[in-house]
């Protein structure tokens, strides 16, 4: 900063104060970490390195199980709604707005609006019913509510990028024989790629973290990672659960990561 | 005959429509529609061992209030109900409270970073923005229960002498509400003070305001929309948290969302929590409401 | 009428509805030959690009037809059509290499793999490109870009070919450079070209024909000698080079200056009455007072390295600007202050038609 003397934009204690909200931020995440290496059972005590706790969570069958669990549902999740995401938006941008457009918005982001709890407690009413009329108990209902819930986050990438794209390829592809049917192939879908691979990646971590609708859409013995780990989180707390945290943590810091390198891409 | 014209649009507008039918379809199915079949339970009996009978009652709507008590079948105010709906509230304004004290700071910060700068620091806030919320508040009660962290360091420095109780209180919901909605405070005032022209500033000091004037009567009208947009975001989820108070409220602290579980479990009384979530539906669509309107005026002003 | 290669027949296009309705062409017609290089001049909003965009088939006329090679073409989508386009914004595919741009029009036509290669390599020669098949379109500069672009929309050996505003991102040198690059692509190919430009001198020097245009409507359609010696109103003879427009009195068939004498502008018998008369500055000349047909005093000089400009006021203080060949001295020998007479060389005073 070249001007020490009198700089317009400084307010006093701002810099201290955001500082320490970065501190704040991160402290309680990296000690979380931290003890998931800790040989001591007590937070109080640091008993030095240890990988035990990885391994123990590892061989725990309730884990593995919640975790292959949620992977079956968030990739299900994903893959739905980013099918269905990608059709909407190319559905609802670029074309002359039309009559009911803005319900299709609405309702495409309204899982953003309703309180979580909110859609939780309908679906479990809903599905409840279904469970009764049918017998069905099986995870298509998690599935089902998980990728309703996604959709506005892998819609909001994808029509980004749509948005941001130059209109006049598509018109040249036309121009050049392409019929609508081949410049969707060929232009838009590469040219739209990185938006659906970034809905879908937010699609993906958005169902992986979950608790609440999971917490009441899911039937007896169901439990996804984040409900296994609320569910022992009533109970007593082993350093098990700080390694099972700081693997999804890694897994969701390597997924946005890469999803930010992803949309800005677009901007270079 | 149409013209053509007119054909082309018809068309274009009969494939927007079938190409949202799809991701329509889900949303009614699995996020809107449960929500009109919940506003039906909220009218019905409550059957013995959960679950509904079928049967007209607004019982559902009146236990919000009232609660009739079970051996003289009188109505009165239901104290316990009210307590908790008082928690929601003082605790959501307070978190968006202290939300906003801390995080305007913390956005001018960002957006006053050099330009080269800005991103590694937006990228701070916005990587616990998209983590886990239970693996946050977990954090937080690693560090704030009896023998946590923060406990741990404070008896080793001699500070104390016995650990502080701060977990399973309201206080412990509030400090855990205030980490994990930060980023949601951060990231809309940061947009807003990004586009705010520093220029601003420089006209102010030469007319003489003082650094507190500057704060008052320059930044803080102009970036107005973007502590509006903040304080819904952080307000509203606040209302309807239910991981948070759950693990640092230890199930005594209840707030309105652990209140309505509880009506699915040991309550069984589905009419009063398909009422109660009518209910907070209500209370925050008009949040959203107020939001859009403020934040559509705010626009066809600029 | 097998010559035409485009024919626009009574066009209309209305954008928007009700109060808010804009009047984009209104019944425009024109016929465009086979083989010529066919300019669309006006200023923006005039509406050239939205006739280019029908042609092609992006927009659809409100009214009328367009006609290819005789057949009714107007509900044909664009991909159906052949005519293809150089867009102002070159439109180059980033997913793909130089040589998929180019060879992207005839994959789309089914045409066999050898085929394609043939004709890709061929127009990237054409274009002078050859080297760079294998590059992305984001390495290329501006004036490659604009090849590209050029050889992409040639490939497919189209009937017409559309050029909207193409050299318009260019700097000067490059663009005089592509001009004569185009010039000579037309004439290889033997294409017809349509080429929107709001550049006069650009529509000057390039066309065959020119479509003057303005307001949603055709001003004038001519060689570009006609339209710059005998512009038809004062639009086209202010849009298109500098013009002086005095004021004058016409009477069986002649046609006398006010404040002046009578000039050699002819007028058709039945007009009377006042009328203007356009006069381009370099065919006045400056002689001594009393010579010529129209008095008027030197204001001013300006000089401009090949000629001079003399900016004149007459008696009724209207201006008058006067372009002098600059001598081997640099002095026109005029000072400013002088008094003055003008005389126009022998046809080039015009009545304008309103």
């Given at each position: 900063m070249a001007n020490r003397a009198f700089s317009v934009s400084r307010l006093p204690g701002f810099t201290v104060t955001a500082l320490a909200v970065f501190a704040i931020l991160y402290l309680p995440i990296l000690t979380l970490v931290a003890y998931s290496f800790n040989a001591s059972q007590s937070v109080a005590v640091w008993g030095g390195l240890t990988l035990d706790w990885y391994g123990k969570a590892w061989a725990n069958d309730h884990v593995k199980d919640a975790t292959l669990r949620s992977l079956t549902i968030a990739v299900s999740a994903s893959l739905i709604s980013t099918t269905v995401a990608t059709l909407a938006a190319l559905g609802t941008t670029r074309r002359k707005p039309f009559k009911g457009q803005t319900f299709i918005y609405v309702m495409i982001n309204q899982p953003l609006m309703v309180p979580e709890i909110v859609t939780a407690v309908a679906l479990l009413i809903f599905f409840a019913s279904i469970k009764i009329a049918t017998g069905y108990q099986g995870l298509g209902y998690l599935i089902l509510a998980h990728s309703a819930f996604c959709v506005p986050f892998a819609y909001l990438p994808i029509r980004a990028r749509l948005?941001?794209?130059?209109?006049?390829?598509e018109t040249a592809a036309a121009d050049l024989y392409a019929s609508p049917w081949q410049t969707f192939r060929h232009v838009t879908l590469p040219l739209l790629g990185p938006g659906i691979i970034a809905g879908s990646m937010l699609a993906f971590v958005i169902s992986l973290d979950d608790v609440v609708i999971t917490e009441f859409v899911k039937s007896g013995g169901q439990d996804t990672l984040p409900t296994y780990m609320l569910g022992q989180m009533?109970?007593?707390l082993t350093p098990e659960i700080n390694a099972v945290s700081s693997m999804l943590l890694a897994l969701t810091v390597a997924l946005l990561t890469a999803f930010f390198l992803l949309t800005r891409k677009k901007t270079n | 005959m149409a013209n053509l014209e007119d054909r082309q649009d018809a068309r274009s507008a009969r494939n927007g429509w079938l190409l949202s039918t799809p991701a329509l379809v889900l949303l009614a199915l699995a996020a809107v529609g449960p929500l009109f079949i919940m506003l039906v339970y909220s009218f019905l009996v409550p059957g013995k061992?959960?679950?509904?009978?079928?049967?007209?009652?607004?019982d559902g709507w009146t236990g919000i209030l009232f609660s009739r008590d079970i051996f003289d079948d009188t109505v009165k105010l239901a104290d316990a109900h009210l307590t908790i709906f008082w928690r929601s509230i003082k605790l959501s304004l307070l978190t968006t409270i202290f939300t906003f004290a801390v995080g305007f700071p913390t956005a001018w910060f960002i957006a006053t970073r050099p330009p080269r700068a800005r991103p590694f620091w937006l990228f701070l806030i916005t990587i616990p923005f998209w983590t886990n919320l239970l693996i946050r508040t977990y954090a937080i009660n690693e560090v704030i229960r009896i023998e946590g962290l923060m406990n741990t360091i404070l008896l080793k420095l001699g500070l104390i002498t016995e650990p502080l109780r701060i977990i399973y209180t309201d206080f412990a919901v509030f400090i855990g509400m205030t980490y994990v909605y930060l980023p949601l405070m951060v990231l809309p005032m940061f947009a807003a003070i990004d586009r705010f022209d520093m220029r601003l500033l420089e006209a102010g000091y030469d007319l003489y305001a003082t650094r507190w004037q500057i704060l008052r009567r320059i930044i803080l009208p102009v970036v107005k929309p973007g502590i509006i947009a903040g304080s819904?975001?952080?307000?509203?989820?606040?209302l309807g948290a239910y991981v948070t108070p759950r693990v640092l409220g230890g199930g005594k602290q209840m707030m309105i969302s652990n209140f309505i579980e509880l009506q699915f479990g040991q309550g069984r009384n589905w009419p009063l929590g398909a009422a109660l979530s009518m209910l907070l539906l209500v209370v925050v669509t008009i949040a959203l409401l107020i939001y859009v309107r403020y934040a559509n005026r705010e626009t066809s002003h600029g | 009428m097998p010559n035409d290669a485009i024919e626009a027949r009574n066009i209309s296009k209305i954008f928007g509805q009700g109060e808010a309705a804009v009047r984009a062409l209104d019944n425009v017609s024109v016929s465009i030959s086979q083989g010529e290089f066919f300019t669309l001049l006006g200023p923006s909003g005039c509406g050239k690009t939205t006739l280019l965009r029908m042609i092609a088939g992006f927009e659809s006329p409100t009214s009328g037809q367009i006609l290819l090679d005789g057949a009714d073409v107007t509900e044909l989508p664009?991909?159906?059509?052949?005519?293809?386009?150089?867009?102002?914004?070159?439109?180059?595919?980033?997913?793909?290499?130089?040589?998929?741009?180019?060879?992207?029009?005839?994959?789309?036509?089914?045409?066999?793999?050898?085929e394609v290669a043939e004709t890709t390599d061929r127009m990237l020669a054409l274009v002078k490109l050859d080297q760079m098949a294998g590059r992305k379109t984001s390495q290329l500069s501006g004036g490659q870009q604009q090849r590209v672009a050029l050889a992409r929309a040639l490939a497919p050996a189209p009937r017409v070919l559309l050029l909207d505003e193409p050299l318009s991102a260019l700097d000067l040198k490059l663009r005089k450079e592509m001009q004569i690059e185009l010039k000579r692509l037309q004439h290889e190919t033997g294409i017809t070209f349509i080429f929107v430009t709001h550049d006069q001198e650009e529509a000057l020097t390039m066309s065959d024909r020119i479509a003057v245009m303005s307001a949603g409507k055709i001003q004038q359609i001519g060689a570009p000698r006609d339209i710059y010696t005998r512009p038809v109103n004062r639009f086209v003879a202010g849009f298109i080079g500098e013009t002086n427009f005095l004021a004058a009195e016409a009477a069986n068939g002649r046609v006398t200056l006010k404040g002046g004498g009578p000039t050699d502008a002819t007028v058709e018998s039945g007009r009377s009455g006042a009328v203007t008369v356009a006069i381009r500055p370099e065919q006045v000349r400056i002689g001594a007072p009393g010579e010529g047909s129209l008095p008027a005093t030197l204001r001013d000089l300006v000089y401009f390295g090949t000629d001079t400009h003399c900016y004149l006021t007459l008696a009724d203080g209207s201006e008058v600007v006067v372009r002098l060949q600059s001598p081997a001295s640099g002095d026109v020998g005029l000072e400013p202050g002088a008094e003055v007479g003008l005389s126009f060389a022998p046809g080039a005073a015009q009545v304008l038609g309103d």
């Open positions: 948005e941001g794209m130059d209109f006049s390829l009533r109970r007593q | 061992y959960g679950n509904v009978e079928w049967g007209f009652s607004t819904i975001l952080v307000f509203v989820p606040s | 664009p991909n159906k059509r052949p005519v293809n386009t150089v867009f102002q914004s070159y439109a180059l595919f980033p997913h793909l290499t130089v040589a998929q741009n180019v060879a992207f029009g005839l994959q789309m036509l089914g045409k066999p793999r050898a």
